[in-house]
């Protein structure tokens, strides 16, 4: 521990030393990382990064919401470098408090636009798909479109999870798309077809395969997760709505650099680094997540994003759920 | 330490009170520095407030939402207060007063739940039942969480009832439950109380188990104010909220606790008086544990077991090894850090009442319905502008003493209220002054309370997790944090090596705390000898 400090005042004395001589910028030892990216999926590409560049990862694991909150709280007193983030909102708060030092061009220009804050204070890493798991031997008719699901057929067969992040995602994107009373009429119609609540996504892929349910609102991977955790196949199933419908929402994990930080070369490198071909490729088959690159693979046995036609949304708009949130509570299911 | 000084022993009583005055002024001294570090986070909370203009704050505090959501908080404190203290009560005084078979047994698992983080018990129920949801499965969880604190501040009270009270009310042909409600429980009242109040507090610090099960308290609308609009000012409007509930609750606590009968003498023994053999209590009693028990026990573990069974992983010793490791020392240092806070706050406690001291209760205790992320926040704003303990294993510990002191004054409280006048005074007389006294007098009197509290602050920081995330520093693991990265990505299987380790650690404290023998001869008559 008290290695730790000794080190982090000498290297401030150092920095503070050659902060004069621009040129030769210091030989960094050590980054730190505040990671809402769970340790079981990231950390292993963590390493790899370790042992290629012989910088040590310093690397903070928690809740992506809590760590903005941490890091707003931190200030300019933040030790993180980097921010790696499991949604878009998280890093949209970061970047409304200016926190974040913009991208240069040329920083992971793999990445479409599309998919990063519009002034690229932070990027996207990779993607997951809104979908409806279901059982495939119980649904016989699949939903083209979200409202569809307000159908008698899907009568006490239908689950979400009102207080998962993903989902109130999605709702932003229905609100903001097709306006507040849309959804609102929709959320009504869902509760008077018996849609049940739970707490989340996993939760409810287990309870399709538990014969709970039939159907149910989830991100892509989660059928793949719950198989892997239980160690079996599951009677459980992915299903898309029909091409841009807003049932088929893409959100992003991101990364972004700390204004604060005093390794930004470094930092950049590990962006490269996360955004590279061959990582975004192990992404894909090791987390099951969607790549951002157009010419890489969609994880095995899914659509590719273009097949899946997901509706075209500003993701900066997805920041703010407090709406999603009072709608929610309005209309009970929160 | 200090000991006889003036050999004048008539004007000793006088010296005494004099003495006592410079001492009182250091006393009062280390008590403001203390309640000064507790109410970091309300200081934290009302400068985070102050930032929205009244207008703002009003339109948070009257809207609907805030009523509907202080009612979910009451109504759920309430029956989770009621349901504790009733089976607590009946638990501790089964295993006090009740001839039982496999007794540690029994006081292991009626107390080891508390080891069990209430996420990891609502998870665990989940998986079992995943429609599992709503208000009353929270007051359900809420319930088998908190369960300990009054089965172990009973226990800590009825070592210390008075056996030849007892003996008098038998002889006057008194029924076991005649004797239960006229002699005993008017001298545990406090000891319940002080039980009843940490379940109170923790049920409106709780975010866990609300989350989860999908319940609208206090909590669950600061951190959704986090989440949603990440608007810290609008949580720390909403945080005080529930510190001006949790205010209410102690004033409320503070009224029940004082119907209990203060100690006029010394009790030199407090052997087991008598146990009951009749088998109607016995079998009411060890089914109440039993069902306890399989419920908070054996369903977490159950599921996590089979979850680990049905889908083995290689077990990462060294990681396992590791985080326990740490667990248990920044745990230890937390709670030794809050025994030496609680250390002034526990003299002055043990004074006749005044306001000063009322209020340092007070203020020690309202801090602790806060959740761990709003104490985990206001750290991480004061912490980070030191930058050479910010991310230290020296604020994480601080930061469960802070968090957790209220366990270890409310179990001491108690135990000091318990201290007869009359013995420090005449220890006075004979010469020791205020902190001869508090040695030799009132701390091994107030022991088991102490050592009560000390413990609980361990087994609840061995199991913190908010505070733990945003305070520990970078790259060190507890196992708290272990489990929880398992858990969010739903690998239960990989969870489980730690959340039972995390049992098997805690059943240690747990076992020395309660083991029946040491219960009871707590002062023994060589120990009165000396």
Redesign the interface.
Known sequence: ?RK??YF??FSTLLLTLTTGCTAASPKVSEL?IYSGR????IAPFFEIWQQQSGIKL??????S??L???I????K???ADLFLSQDA??LG?IS?EQLFSPLANGVADLIPAQYSQTNRDWIGVTARVRVFAYAPDRITITPKTITDLTKPIYKNQLAIA??N?SF?AFLTAVIEKKGRSFAKQWLLDLKKNGV?????N??IV??ID?G?VSIGLVNHY?VW??S?????PINVVNGYFEVNDLGNLINVSGVGILASSNKQEAAIDLINFLTSEAIQNKFVTETHEYSLIQSINPPKDLPSLAQVGAPSIDLGLLK???N??DLL?EVGL? | MQSLKSPVKTSLLNLYQVKNRSNNLLLVLLVLLVVGLVLIPIFYLVTRASQKSLTQIQELLFRQ?TFEVVATTSLLVLLVVLLTAFFGVLIAAGLHFVNLPYFAALIIVAVLPLAIPSYVF?YTW??LI??F?GFLPAVFILFLTTLPYVILATLAGLRRVDGSQIEVARSFGLTHLQIFFKVVLPQIRGHISGGVLLVGLYTMSDFGAV????V?TLTVTIQ?M???????NAAAVISLVLVALSALFVVGDERFKSKTLRNKSIKTTSVKTYSINKSSYQVTVFSTIFAYAVFAVLVPVYVLLS?FI???VAVDWSSLLSASISTISVALFGALIALILSAPIGALLSEKPTYFSRFTNRAILIGHALPG?VI??AL??FG??I??I????FLLAFAYALLFLAKSVASMTASLARVPEGAKEVAATLGMNKWAVLKNVVTPIAAPGIALGTTLVFLTAMKEL?AT??LR???FETLA?QIW??A???????AAPYALVLLLIAAIPTFILSRPDKADKPLSTQEIGN
């Open positions: 521990m730790i400090i982090g005042l730190t769970a340790e079981g999926f310093n690397v903070r694991y928690g809740d919401a809590e903005a909150a941490q707003l709280e931190e200030g007193n933040s030790p909102g998280s708060a409304t009102p207080t992040a109130q049940k609540s739970y707490a989340k996993s939760v287990e309870a538990k709970e989660y997760e719950v892997e955790s239980l160690g079996r703010n759920i407090k999603t949130q509570i929160l | 939402k609502t989940i998986a995943p429609a949801s989350s989860l099960l999908n609208d959704n986090y989440r949603a609009s990440y608007d810290r979850r049905s889908n083995p992320v985990g926040l991480v704003s980070s502008k930058s050479f910010y991310q230290t294993t908010p995330l945003m520093p970078t790259g944090t990265s398992s969010a990505i739903s690998r239960f299987n990989e």
